[in-house]
């Protein structure tokens, strides 16, 4: 019994070697090559040619990705890996063919399209990289779902798209609610939208996800309660801090000016100079159509401020035309003055009760331009004099007037002398 098992064994071994060997003669000299061994050795140059690059040796790298592709020149790895290579060297278009020919091969393969994805985030063509990523969370074999949600999360921040990536994390989460980068994120997210309570609800979430402490989550954790008041609890995270990493950046930072800015301050900037562009561009806009009935209660408002806009408009008017007819009526006080200085004119009733500006007027007959002064109640030659630091013989002499003459409302007063101003 025992020598018939084995002679079974013996046959099903050398039936599965047969199906894998294939053996062929070159020079009447038997050359054996196993075909289900070629992807296998071309995943071991990839594995090399990535640790070289790794490690900065760019030429290895790419010897052993060259084997590679010599061995599987069909084998989608090959040129994923060629992308990275590229993209690593800086030669965005080669990167693009790379990864465009890994595609054309299997245009289902979800980590290419992943790494895809997150490359045309890098280069800032953030549409396609959503495309790109949303068609591998669509593959339904795809396991590192929660992973591209929170790299299309990343792309939105970086796109300053914070709705989006409100959202693209909301799904991260749900999809993996123990991923602590995620959670992480969402924090920094929070503290960007002010939103310090909600902030709060999630980094207790991360610290039980992951019950572990990093500098960045430790100095995140002490700017969400100093800016929501709690400096007790903000000052135990400071300590943890410093006592846990005295040699970490945001250690240093702390002891230097107590975190005055970390990245999640810059995202804060980001989202309120977004938020305030977004306030600036809405604009309430009626849009009335022939076939449906008019929304009066909606429309009312608007016509109120046209009304009110439109009775503004005429008040002004009113104002500015006013404002002609006195100054032309004090021209033609002044026009006559010049015309006869020595002879004084007494102002009607309805004169002497209007109440005209203090400031200096200036006249402009053809090249002449004469400071005056208009009486007005309360005037007086001397504070005339002293308003204007002229002597009061300067204005006596060139007005014809002397210090016991009245001055009544309305009465013009030259404030240089017109004789010379007339000259030049």
């Known amino acids: 019994m025992d020598r018939f098992t084995k ?25 054996v090559k196993n075909d289900a061994t070629q992807n296998e050795i071309a995943m071991t140059r990839i594995s090399l040619g990535l640790g070289y ?8 790298a790419k010897l052993n990705l060259e084997k590679a592709k010599r061995f599987s020149p069909n084998l989608v790895q090959v040129y994923t890996a060629f992308a990275h290579y590229y993209d690593t060297v800086g030669e965005v278009d080669l990167t693009i063919d790379a ?17 895809y994805g997150v490359f045309l985030c890098k280069k800032e063509k953030y549409n396609k990289a959503e495309q790109q990523i949303l068609k591998a969370i669509a593959v339904p074999s795809y396991l590192l779902v929660a992973k591209s949600y929170q790299n299309l999360a990343l792309c939105q921040l970086k796109s300053k798209n914070f709705t989006k990536a409100e959202q693209y994390l909301d799904k991260a989460i749900l999809h993996s609610p123990m991923r602590g980068s995620s959670l992480l994120q969402m924090v920094e997210l929070q503290y960007a939208k002010a939103d310090y309570q909600t902030a ?38 400071a300590g943890m801090l410093v006592k846990m990493f005295p040699n970490s950046f945001e250690g240093k930072q702390y002891l230097l000016n107590e975190l ?23 604009k309430r806009v009626v849009v009335l159509s022939p076939n449906k009935a008019v929304n009066t209660a909606a429309i009312k408002p608007l016509i109120e401020d046209v009304v009110t806009n439109k009775k503004q408009q005429q008040i002004k008017l009113s104002m500015a035309q006013a404002a002609k007819i006195e100054t ?29 500006s203090r400031s200096a007027l200036r006249v402009d007959q053809k090249t002449l331009t004469l400071p005056v002064h208009v009486i007005v109640k309360g005037d007086s030659l001397f504070s005339v004099s002293k308003r204007y630091n002229i002597h009061m013989k300067s204005l006596e002499r060139w007005n014809n007037l002397s210090r016991t003459k009245l001055l009544s409302i309305g009465d013009v007063i030259y404030l240089a002398n017109p004789k010379k101003a007339a000259k030049s």
């Open 53 to 60: 690059l790794k490690m900065g040796n760019t030429t290895q």
């Open 260 to 282: 005055e800015e970390i990245s999640a301050d810059k995202l804060a900037l980001d989202y309120k100079l977004a938020t305030h562009g977004q306030e600036k561009k809405k």
């Open 328 to 356: 032309d009526k004090l021209k033609a006080q002044i026009a006559k003055k010049t015309n006869q200085p020595s002879v004084t004119t007494e102002p009607s009733q309805a004169e002497k009760t209007k109440q005209t």
């Open 7 to 31: 002679l079974i064994t013996a046959f099903f071994i050398v039936s599965f070697f047969s199906g894998c060997v294939s053996q062929e003669y070159e020079k009447n000299a038997p050359v």
């Open 200 to 237: 709060i609800l999630f980094l207790k979430r991360y610290e039980k996800a992951t019950r572990r402490f990093t500098p960045n989550a430790l100095a995140l954790a002490y700017k969400v309660y100093v800016k929501q008041g709690n400096k007790r609890i903000a000052k135990n995270y």
């Open 99 to 115: 990864y465009e020919k890994a595609l054309s091969l299997d245009g289902n393969d979800a980590d290419t399209l992943n790494n």
